[in-house]
């Protein structure tokens, strides 16, 4: 299923997973090319990676909190900015 069917809520919340999810990819990949024990570092960004794949309701969760929540939280609101305090 697309995002364009989508309702709102479920929308916010998919998309901020996606983004999520990318920039936690991008970290551990420059982390992974920052290093010169890219020997070592390749087969545990394997594993991290997949594990990312696998279970991202889990690493959301650990690193923003309630992933089953995230769509609650709008930037332009202050109401959900004074929620979160």
């Not at 309702?7 to 983004?19: I, M, S, T």
């Not at 990318?22 to 890219?38: I, K």
């Amino acid at each position: 299923m697309g995002y364009d069917a989508l309702p709102a809520n479920e929308l916010k919340q998919r998309v901020r997973w996606d983004v999520y999810l990318l920039m936690l990819r991008a970290l551990a990949m420059f982390m992974m090319a920052a290093h010169g024990l890219a020997f070592i570092l390749v087969p545990l960004m394997a594993l991290l990676l997949s594990y990312f794949e696998i279970w991202p309701e889990r690493v959301l969760g650990a690193v923003f909190g309630d992933p089953s929540r995230l769509y609650e939280y709008d930037p332009d609101d202050p109401a959900s900015s004074r929620r979160r305090r």
